[in-house]
């Protein structure tokens, strides 16, 4: 990171800090979760604050749902990155109404960066990581749960990660086959992004709920948070099989739509 960089981003933490001080209700928010699910994060930037807002928006999801869980759940997160929520995640399903035991997987593409800070997790969070594309993803060990956090992207993020893009139809019936009957899907996107299409992608009869989450903070925060492309995932569906409305597995973004017509030139 070059010297100018982190000067930037020094600054925009800083901004955060003040944010979340100055802010009641940002810090009853952070307080609550904290108190809650056991999680407490030493600094406040704007990776650890989204890590917050993550938890409510799931608690938020998990009880419009009225999702249940059993004592001890298996779980796949796909698009792991660096993983930065990871022991969040955790100790929310742990915590999730009943204490569980959680098997926690994830799996992306082997990349050094992800593949450094993910071993530094692995002395606080139990986990188990799988690199490769997920289409080739195969494990007799199904799950109860399966995450994709702001990962369903469209064709012109893959090529510009360098990674396969996979259309929805081929994708989400390789998901169905990994997970547990009556196993779920939990999708989070972000609608600053142009991501809201993916909910197209899941059939009405699969959802138990969907809804666009902004967290209970005040106006100018939130404002000012939203200036961040993409400081967290807003939107967030949570599905049980049937997954896949062929008809909607469209994106509907004109990035998208140029990037196709052009590869059907080739």
């Known amino acids: 990171m070059s010297i100018s960089a982190w000067l930037k981003r020094r600054q925009v933490n800083e901004k955060i800090q003040c944010l979340v001080s100055e802010d009641e209700r940002c810090c009853q928010l952070i307080d609550k979760i904290n108190n809650l699910y056991g999680i407490c994060l030493k600094t406040i930037n704007l990776s650890n604050l989204s890590v917050y807002f993550f938890i409510d928006m799931l608690e938020k999801a998990f009880a419009k749902a009225n999702v249940s869980l059993p004592a001890v759940i298996d779980v796949l997160?796909?698009?792991?990155?660096?993983?930065?929520?990871a022991s969040a995640l955790l100790s929310f399903l742990r915590s999730w109404q009943d204490p569980k035991a959680v098997n926690l997987h994830g799996i992306d593409f082997p990349k050094k960066i992800y593949k450094k800070s993910i071993n530094r997790l692995r002395d606080?969070?139990?986990?188990?990581?799988?690199?490769?594309?997920?289409?080739?993803?195969?494990?007799?060990?199904k799950f109860d749960l399966i995450f994709?956090?702001?990962m369903l992207v469209g064709p012109n993020h893959c090529r510009n990660w360098k990674?396969?893009?996979?259309?929805?139809e081929e994708l989400l019936p390789h998901l169905e086959s990994l997970n547990k009957p009556h196993g779920l899907i939990v999708i989070t996107a972000n609608t600053y992004a142009g991501e809201s299409s993916i909910a197209n992608c899941f059939s009405q009869e699969s959802k138990l709920t969907e809804?666009?989450?902004?967290?209970?903070?005040?106006?100018?925060?939130?404002?000012?948070?939203?200036?961040?492309?993409?400081?967290?995932?807003?939107?967030i569906s949570i599905c049980r099989s049937p997954y896949v409305d062929l008809e909607g597995c469209q994106w509907q973004d004109e990035h998208t739509k140029e990037w196709d017509s052009i590869l059907k030139r080739l």
Do not use: Q
Request: aromatic content about 22%; overall charge negative.
């Open 77 to 85: 997160d796909i698009g792991t990155a660096d993983w930065y929520y």
């Open 124 to 141: 606080n969070c139990p986990l188990e990581i799988h690199w490769g594309d997920v289409m080739n993803f195969e494990t007799e060990n």
């Open 148 to 150: 994709l956090n702001h």
């Open 163 to 168: 990674i396969p893009y996979h259309p929805f």
């Open 211 to 235: 809804f666009v989450y902004d967290p209970d903070i005040k106006e100018d925060s939130l404002s000012f948070l939203r200036g961040f492309f993409g400081f967290h995932d807003n939107l």
